[in-house]
């Protein structure tokens, strides 16, 4: 029995030791650890029962590159509803891009607009939680933001 045990021990190192560096990247062999980070405001407009409140503003900071927007998810939570924000019009929050020059991406310093899309997301001054996922890792940022 001891030796049945040393010899999984074993077993599990190699395979560790083997995958080690393998682990990190993506299918195109593109290393996925990002030192880009966002900051989340309140979007400063006033939020209402309407379903089309602009609700944050995020940017994006970092030395890693831009964000392709199909590598991409962003998640709001508020109280137990999460909604899902894309561009244009296909989720609960839409995203709209007001600067950077590539459509297909959230660029280094770019600010996004994170609003409402005929879903009441925060009808009154609310805690939303940020979600941002890049390869299917959490993007550093703020967490959390008040809306007010």
């Known amino acids: 029995m ?3 045990k ?3 021990i074993i077993l599990l190192l190699i395979i560790t030791a083997s995958l080690s560096g393998c682990l990190g990247y993506n299918l195109a062999n593109e290393k ?3 030192p880009n980070t966002y900051t989340a405001t309140d979007a400063a407009h006033d939020i209402g029962s309407e379903t089309n409140d602009t609700l944050m503003l995020l940017r994006m900071y970092g030395t890693k ?3 392709q927007w199909n590598n991409i998810s962003i998640m709001l939570l508020v109280g137990d509803n999460v909604y899902n924000c894309a561009i244009g019009e296909s989720e609960a929050c839409s995203i709209s891009q007001e600067t950077g020059d590539d459509e ?3 660029e280094i310093v770019e600010y996004i607009w994170l609003s409402e899309n005929n879903v009441d997301i925060c009808s009154q001054p609310c805690q939303i939680d940020i979600r941002v996922i890049h390869y299917n890792g959490l993007v550093h940022g703020g967490r959390s ?3 007010n």
């Open 2 to 4: 001891r030796k049945t």
């Open 6 to 8: 040393v010899a999984i």
């Open 145 to 147: 933001i008040a809306v």
């Open 32 to 34: 996925i650890e990002d």
């Open 65 to 67: 590159g831009n964000f």
């Open 104 to 106: 297909y991406s959230w």
